[in-house]
């Protein structure tokens, strides 16, 4: 046993602490499932009356399956006996566990900390579970388009009921100790660092080693033909549908795993759900979301792009320039970060304004139990507001987020530059203008750097790093360094228009402007727009940007670049929107009309401005909208990438799916061409350009990839057979 060490007490009760060597957190390596037969032959000895499981890590149980393997061999479309040799091992750590379920000895399950995923599905093999308080569960391998294949569906929906079950696996959201009690998936709560020692006791009081499910007459709570349970399987597969269009094959699966094993016997049971993990396993949106939305993101998390040789940065001291909207939730994740914050605004008044934001997040948090009030004002001790730019001396990162003006964006980078030191890096949160031009006033344009966050900042994990033409190595370094200690996911780009995020989701917004052009009717072009799995349509997020924004960008985009007509195309739609006063959401007039509590409304005006000629929808109009939306998005990451705006394909990935919340099942614009195959994307997007115009003419590099028969990713790995 490499991953766990054990002792016997003089009860006879073994307990095994899971601890694979070299890693902070415990996951389930190959190795690690190897060990699970060894605890079952330790359960077998004689001497032996019981086991606890628990952790030998201070930090949780386990955080889940082992994702490098699983992620090489995802969506490798394997069929008959292939499939069946991986059918194998995939199934493995399924009836290891199986096995110590049914050793005929009590064995409990002790957790402090998170117990998540494969985690979380050791401790349901187990016949009692002990948590602590500060406990978290859950099975979150929906969210990396996997289903928990190791008895999880099976064993959470017989603990607490289909509905609860669903909810827990389809979500992939964790809950804590004492939601996971309510819904019988966690039997006992005991205070943090008690948990060994009541699961001994449960032991030595008589616990039952045999599981509800292995006695006789055994019935499932809320099956199928009870009065809560039927309409739980009756209208799980729709309300799945209804929120997801049919994007995501492991939430599918996981319905399935529910109706085909409820009523089966465990093991027959799990044959069912191992069979459904590997059908699950081998799609391509497996594929793609485990590479980005666990392997790349936490690659970029780390600083994968991070310039070697350049020693750790440690920011201590920060300033942020400008207490407004985003310059205040700046503040807000420094101070978390425990870095001392100077936030400075013009006024007194403005800057405390910039503080009270960060006190409203921290109450939000107390009342829902994140945070303690200790917490809360040792973060707002760090937030020093002031208009007294003399603060800011010993700064070592000053984030200028004043309004969206050259000339003032100039004038508080001198003021900064004169009071920090010269190893200090300058950092602008501009949403539009060149970085290399915002450099032109620095003093230090080595120093000088792009860091957009996103809003909301605390709870948009990305933030996108825009390198200047001086910007040195060094600077990226530090930058990062930041990020990290901020626990933010950085992706690097190069200076360009929009940088990377904002130019390539605005192409989303256009495409759905060139519908309405085309005369198809709003309602389609929306619902199109949720079809293909972005959080909303293009003309309700145009709504939510504000139209004014979208309108002012599209004007700074002429000037600067030449590119677009006020008089004709998208950009007319903007400047006809905003003529009538239709700004969006913010004044309650967009596309849409907004009034309190009523459903919005499709403007009425809006089609004597664009009448509509393509009412009905067809499948095959639905399917060609959804490419052009989505595909249009794919060549702007491609030329981005054709550019060097962004260098690698991660970067890209990543920053779309956390940026603007790019279809997350397809893994991203750049997964996306290579699911497609880059040479009939490239076909496909040619025949768009003959018929809908240049903007869908593929980049060359996707031309060169396509003749050279390339693809952004490897290939998948066919599975080893077991
Ligand atoms: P805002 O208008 O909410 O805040 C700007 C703040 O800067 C105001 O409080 C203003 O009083 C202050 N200010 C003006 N002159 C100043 C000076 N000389 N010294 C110190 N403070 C000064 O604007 P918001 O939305 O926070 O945007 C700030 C920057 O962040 C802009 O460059 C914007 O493009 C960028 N950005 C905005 C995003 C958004 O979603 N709003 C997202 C990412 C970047």
Same mark, same amino acid.
């Given at each position: ?288 979301? #485990? ?91 760090? #937030? ?91 600077? !990226? ?194 997964? !996306? ?50």
């Amino acid at each position: 046993m490499q991953n766990f060490t054990y002792t016997v007490d003089k009860d006879g009760i073994a307990t095994f602490l899971f601890d694979v060597p070299g890693r902070t957190m415990n996951t389930f390596t190959e190795s690690a499932v190897a060990d699970l037969d060894a605890i079952v032959a330790v359960i077998r000895e004689d001497r032996v009356t019981g086991a606890v499981l628990a952790s030998g890590k201070d930090n949780g149980f386990c955080a889940g399956a082992d994702l490098g393997e699983l992620g090489e061999t995802a969506g490798a479309g394997l069929t008959g006996d292939a499939l069946a040799a991986a059918l194998k091992g995939s199934s493995r750590m399924s009836w290891a566990l199986r096995a110590i379920e049914t050793v005929g000895k009590p064995v409990v399950a002790a957790l402090e900390g998170i117990a998540l995923g494969g985690g979380f599905e050791f401790a349901l093999a187990a016949h009692h579970r002990v948590a602590s308080s500060r406990a978290k569960v859950g099975l979150p391998e929906v969210t990396i388009g996997l289903l928990p294949g190791a008895g999880g569906t099976q064993r959470t929906t017989r603990l607490a009921g289909p509905r609860a079950a669903l909810d827990l696996m389809i979500s992939g959201a964790p809950i804590d100790a004492a939601k996971a009690q309510a819904l019988g998936l966690i039997d006992a709560v005991v205070e943090p660092g008690a948990a060994i020692a009541a699961a001994k006791a449960w032991i030595t009081g008589g616990g039952d080693g045999v599981a509800p499910w292995d006695r006789k007459g055994y019935q499932m709570p809320g099956g199928p033909y009870t009065a809560e349970g039927a309409p739980v399987f009756m209208t799980a597969a729709a309300q799945i549908h209804a929120k997801s269009y049919g994007n995501y094959p492991a939430q599918k699966n996981i319905a399935r795993c529910v109706y085909e094993g409820f009523g089966l016997p465990m093991d027959a049971a799990l044959r069912v759900e191992a069979r459904l993990f590997l059908a699950t396993q081998q799609t391509p949106q497996a594929r793609a979301m #485990i590479r980005s939305n666990f392997i790349s993101k936490q690659a970029l998390a780390k600083g994968a792009a991070r310039p070697a040789g350049v020693p750790a940065y440690t920011v201590g001291k920060a300033a942020v320039l400008g207490a407004g909207m985003m310059g205040a939730g700046i503040a807000y994740v420094q101070a978390r970060a425990g870095i001392e914050t100077v936030l400075i605004d013009t006024s007194q008044e403005g800057a405390d304004k910039g503080k009270a934001y960060s006190a409203g997040v921290i109450e939000k948090g107390i009342a829902r139990g994140t945070t303690t009030a200790e917490a809360g004002d040792a973060l707002l001790a760090r #937030i020093h507001a002031t208009t007294d730019y003399a603060a800011i001396a010993g700064a070592d990162l000053v984030v200028e987020a004043v309004f969206e003006d050259r000339a003032l964006k100039a004038e508080v980078t001198r003021r900064a530059e004169a009071q920090i030191g010269t190893d200090a890096v300058f950092a602008s949160n501009t949403s539009t203008l060149p970085i290399s031009e915002l450099a032109g006033a620095a003093e230090r344009p080595a120093n000088f750097i792009g860091i957009h966050f996103f809003s909301p900042v605390d709870r948009m994990e990305l933030v996108e790093i825009i390198v200047g033409k001086e910007t040195s190595p060094e600077t !990226l370094a530090k930058a990062m360094d930041y990020c990290r200690a901020l626990k933010k996911v950085p992706i690097v780009v190069n200076d360009s228009r929009g940088f990377y995020t904002s130019r390539v989701f605005e192409t989303y917004i256009t495409e759905g402007l060139e519908m309405l052009l085309d005369g198809i009717a709003p309602a389609i072009i929306d619902n199109v727009g949720r079809m293909t799995g972005m959080p909303r349509g293009p003309l309700e997020l145009a709504d939510d940007v504000a139209i004014d924004l979208l309108d002012r960008i599209a004007g700074q985009r002429r000037v600067d670049f030449g590119l677009g007509d006020p008089n004709g195309g998208t950009d007319k739609v903007l400047v006809d929107l905003v003529g009538a006063e239709r700004l969006g959401r913010k004044n309650g007039k967009g596309f849409y009309t907004y009034a309190k509590g009523e459903p919005k409304r499709l403007w009425d005006g809006l089609a004597d401005l664009y009448p509509v000629t393509v009412e009905r929808s067809t499948p095959e109009l639905v399917e060609t909208l959804k490419r052009r939306l989505l595909y249009r998005q794919a060549i702007e990451a491609a030329r981005c990438m054709d550019e060097g705006v962004v260098t690698a394909p991660r970067d890209a990935d990543v920053g779309a799916i956390l940026g603007w919340g790019f279809a997350p099942w397809s893994g991203g614009p750049i997964s !996306l061409i290579d699911s497609v195959g880059v040479a009939e994307f490239v076909a496909r997007t040619r025949a768009f350009a003959a018929d809908h115009g240049d903007r869908f003419t593929p980049p060359a590099l996707l031309e060169r990839m396509a003749a050279a028969g390339d693809s952004f990713y490897p290939a998948p790995k066919a599975a080893a057979a077991a």
